[in-house]
């Protein structure tokens, strides 16, 4: 069975503009969450979507935002880039509530 | 979710069982022990978890103590495709998603 996938693998915005990550989750996998993870710390929790529910938001401002679709999968939105948001995106899919198995990521540079 | 400690970094020669700890001493009853590992600039990899039982995979084993308050994880035979970050991680399995990460240990594989 494919893995957690994400697209694109890299992608270079500069301040200001806005930026779209995708996720299509493991097959059969209902939950989807997505990670930050800056360099040289580990990753931060930004959100978890269940059957195209929030249930989870990590401590991150209204410039992130979510949403699950239909089949599952997900996009991870953030408006108005700032420096500080070059980092690697990280989605992880489980069943619900059990194991979650993370994709390769999105390195995300903001110029 | 309760917070874990663990060493910043280790080394092991390569052959030699890799024993990496964590303590976790506020545990509760319903959270569960979950490993990952990351290989520079990739996805967490899943490795384990546990409860209270020790537990055995293709990958590692888990021994936790019996006051739960601490475990290893042990890589049997590390190679060097083991070097890495491994984090270990404590939650609840019970909707909630979230994985808190820490800094994890910096495992060095040495030939």
């Known amino acids: 069975d494919a893995g957690v996938t994400q697209s694109p693998t890299h992608l270079i915005k500069t301040r200001g503009q806005q930026v779209t990550l995708r996720c299509s989750p493991i097959?059969?996998?209902?939950?989807v969450s997505w990670y930050q993870q800056v360099l040289g710390q580990g990753p931060q929790f930004i959100f978890q979507?269940?059957?195209?529910?929030?249930?989870g938001r990590g401590n991150f401002p209204d410039r992130f935002s979510a949403r699950q679709f239909p089949n599952y999968s997900s996009e991870l939105n953030v408006n108005a880039l700032l420096l500080g948001d070059s980092a690697l995106y990280l989605c992880?899919?489980?069943?619900?509530?059990?194991?979650?198995?993370f994709g390769p990521g999105t390195r995300l540079t903001v110029l | 979710d309760a917070k874990t400690t663990q060493p910043p970094s280790m080394d092991c020669a390569e052959g030699r069982a890799a024993n990496l700890p964590c303590n976790h001493s506020?545990?509760?009853?319903?959270?569960?022990v979950y490993w990952y590992r990351q290989i520079h600039s990739q996805g967490p990899q899943y490795i384990i978890h546990?409860?209270?039982n020790n537990e055995t995979n293709e990958m590692a084993s888990l021994i936790i103590t019996e006051d739960r308050k601490s475990s290893t994880l042990i890589l049997p035979h590390a190679t060097l495709r083991d070097t890495a970050v491994y984090y270990c991680?404590?939650?609840?399995?019970?909707?909630?998603?979230?994985?808190?990460f820490g800094t994890g240990t910096r495992l060095t594989i040495i030939p």
């Open positions: 991680i404590v939650r609840s399995d019970f909707g909630n998603e979230k994985l808190t």
């Open positions: 546990g409860l209270k």
């Open positions: 992880a899919s489980s069943r619900g509530g059990d194991t979650a198995y």
């Open positions: 506020t545990i509760s009853g319903n959270e569960y």
């Open positions: 979507y269940y059957e195209k529910e929030e249930r």
């Open positions: 097959s059969g996998h209902k939950s």
